[in-house]
């Protein structure tokens, strides 16, 4: 989310218009981050998950993982989006 916003402000501010991949890769390269934050953290939280009730550990997961994943891949595509969206400009008829 925070590489796809970066490069798409910035490419959105310059009125540059990236190809599909130097506009997505971008997301991938978010999603594989998170992917690896959400490695660590459910490595470092599933022993207490799994010590507790089911009912917690679905609403926690949910909360860790579903949620940020959610939230990051949105954002990220949204900026991908409209970075590689056309700039319409006013035409005086």
Not at 6 to 11: D, E, N, P, S, V
Not at 23 to 30: C, E, K, Q, S, T
Not at 48 to 53: D, E, F, N, S, T
Not at 71 to 90: D, M
């Amino acid at each position: 989310m925070i590489l796809s916003r970066a490069l798409g402000k910035r490419r959105i501010a310059a009125g540059t218009r990236p190809g599909w991949i130097a506009a997505w890769g971008p997301v991938v390269l978010d999603a594989l981050a998170l992917a690896v934050v959400l490695a660590v953290v459910l490595a470092w939280v599933s022993p207490v998950l799994l010590a507790g009730p089911v009912w917690i550990a679905v609403i926690a997961l949910f909360g860790i993982v579903f949620v940020p994943v959610q939230v990051v891949l949105i954002l990220s595509a949204l900026w991908a989006a409209k970075s590689r969206g056309q700039i319409e400009t006013e035409r005086e008829p």
